[in-house]
């Protein structure tokens, strides 16, 4: 009997039963596929349970007592979708956000996301206006340029979210954005973040020996550890935070000593110029600006973002960085006198 | 990917597939073949061989009446016999954790209350392994406060019209506006309200961050036609010249994996290029140019040139 097959009769087995189903009984109704003699048998029994279980399906063995005999049983309670029973506006929320991550096409567990939607619609009384605004979402957030591209940054994606799942260790060949080069390294996958539109990998890079983001798009190609998929190679260092990772700016970025930097803003500070220096600035209101005062490891980027507020922004201390800016702009205005 | 292992994902596909389509057509009897199959996301021939398939599954003693039974008639589906799987199994963990995920980075007050919905979904044994998951996937920070969305999402769900101040950064300044608001989606990094704006007529996007305030009105709307829908885009298409930037390979580098309208005019040797980014404004080109820290400039046209270099020499003028 086929494999797929065999799964589905076996829960359906299980399902209809009003009593654990013994493993006597379940060789003698599968003769062919769990009936021979010994371990063999009841191994491929166990990796059939246990992907039952990888597709929703708890089967679970009951030790019997006097009212009960002993077997394997699916509890129907913990088989079947619950309703959700959630209040309309939380239904929107999920419809929304699940339809516009799909629509990204590349999003970790995709394949997965897609069944999630669909048994949505068992989980939920009347959706109704959720529903409508879901088929909006992923109408209006596919983006059809660059299908090829991004069919192929799917697949890396999906390849890195098992091997999240799995903890099992990826061998990268990865295209450096400072260097031009290409490197490879074995990294222990951690997490998945996006930012600004991108995704990054977050992992341990063996190469480095310290905790790295690598950016999807400069993944040249990606193997999974195929050895043992069900043992993880490895344990998520304590204390790591892919929030904290994910969320921190582009000049909290480890590249050197932390630096204290002041930055004065013309006029008064707009809602999403003060959000643009993150929740970790400080504020003071000055003569006719504002000014903005961070911890910095990493000048170059702090660098850029004042740059591109233009004649808004300017860097006040360090000096050396005000130098620095000073000089960028001299170089650029010469090139468009 | 290895043949076995690539057997091994079809089999798993067409039993997660399955597990959803009998339900499915339990619960809409007389579904046509080309729905299923587009709910599903695979060609309509997979429905009919996964059909076929299914009439082989039963359960054990095997006597007629154990096996499934779905047919189809002219082009509809029945389903005679369910043999108990007329709801689809909890989520696993993954399609829990991915939902979730999902549904932290857009936000609203809803969002741990539907996180712990989704982790009860899920079969017991599970749980701990949705917790794992759940902290290796951060999809984004929610684009507004979790009370400005949660009304939006009320508004969405209630069909509701809102009452928004929106700020418009080409004019800086704030006006107040009604919306029906329709769905929020999300393009290159930024999540919109698609709306139909009550003043000027027709479906507009809103970005969230720059929603400063909203409120529920009294009046109720009809959602968008099919027809509308069909019609309706985030953007319309980019109009006017094109803007010429010239990028310098780390910045090239840096642009070109990221998404965006990108059109690659010319390629260097050392990893320069110059690109053209379609219906974007000069203060938009000249801000994108500057963030690269030198390693960019617009070309033009000469509007963005000269909006461009004018903004370099009065930042200049700043450090004297």
Known sequence: MQKAERLLDLAALLLRASEPVSWRDIQEQFPDDYGGPGEAAIRKFERDKAELLELGIPVRWVGGDE????????????????????????????????????????????????????????????????????????????????????????????????????????????????????????????GLYQRGGAWFLAGFCRLRQDIRSFHLGRIVSVEVNAAAPRTPDFEVRKGFSLAELATRESWEFRMHAPVRCRVRLEGPAIQEERESFGPRATWKDVDGGVVVEVEVTNEEALLRHVLSQGDRAEILAPKALREKARKVLAALARRVA | MTRKVAAKADSRDRLRRVLFLVPYAVRHPGIPVRDLARKCGVPEKQILEDLDFLLGVGCPPFAPDDFLDLYVDGDKVHVALHQSFSRPPRFTESEAAALAAAA????????????????????????????????????????????????????????????????????????????????LAQR?????????????????????????????????????????????????????????????????????????????????????????????????????????GGDAEVLSPPSARRHYGDAVRRALARYR
């Open chain 2, 104 to 183: 932290r980075a857009l936000g609203g007050e809803g969002r741990e209350r539907v996180v712990r919905a989704l982790r009860d979904a899920v079969p017991r044994d599970r749980r701990a392994l949705f917790d794992e998951l759940l902290d290796r996937i951060f999809a984004g920070s929610p684009p507004a406060k979790d009370s400005l969305l949660g009304r939006i999402e009320q508004a969405i769900a209630a069909r509701r019209a809102l009452r928004i101040r929106y700020f418009t950064d080409s004019r800086g300044e704030e006006s107040e506006r009604v919306v029906h608001p329709y769905t």
């Open chain 2, 188 to 292: 290159l990094g930024h999540w919109y309200l698609w709306g139909h704006d009550e003043a000027r007529g027709k479906a507009l996007p809103f970005r969230l961050d720059r929603i400063r305030e909203c409120a529920l009105d009294e009046k109720r709307f009809e959602p968008p036609s099919d027809a509308e829908l069909a019609r309706g885009r985030l953007f319309s298409d980019a109009q006017g010249t094109p803007v010429r930037l010239r990028m310098g390979p780390l910045a090239a580098a840096w642009a070109l994996a990221r998404p965006g309208q990108w059109r690659v005019v010319k390629r260097d040797a050392k990893g320069g290029a110059v690109v053209e980014v379609p219906g974007v404004s000069d203060e938009w080109a000249t801000r994108f140019a500057l963030s690269f």
């Open chain 1, 67 to 190: 009212d009960l005999s002993a077997g394997y049983l699916v509890d129907k309670e913990d088989f079947y979708l619950p309703d959700l029973k959630l209040p309309p506006e939380d239904l929107a929320l999920l419809y929304v956000a699940g339809s516009a991550a799909l629509a990204q096409r590349v999003f970790p567990y995709a394949r997965d996301l897609a069944h999630a939607m669909n048994k949505l619609s068992f989980a939920a009384r009347a959706p109704g206006a959720s529903e409508v605004a879901a088929v909006a979402a992923l109408q209006l957030s596919a983006d059809d340029a660059e299908e090829d591209a991004r069919a192929d940054a799917a697949r890396r994606l999906e390849a890195i979210s098992i091997a999240v799942a799995g903890r099992k260790r990826v061998h990268l060949v990865y295209a450096g954005a400072e260097r031009r080069g290409r490197t490879e390294r074995d990294v222990d996958p951690y």
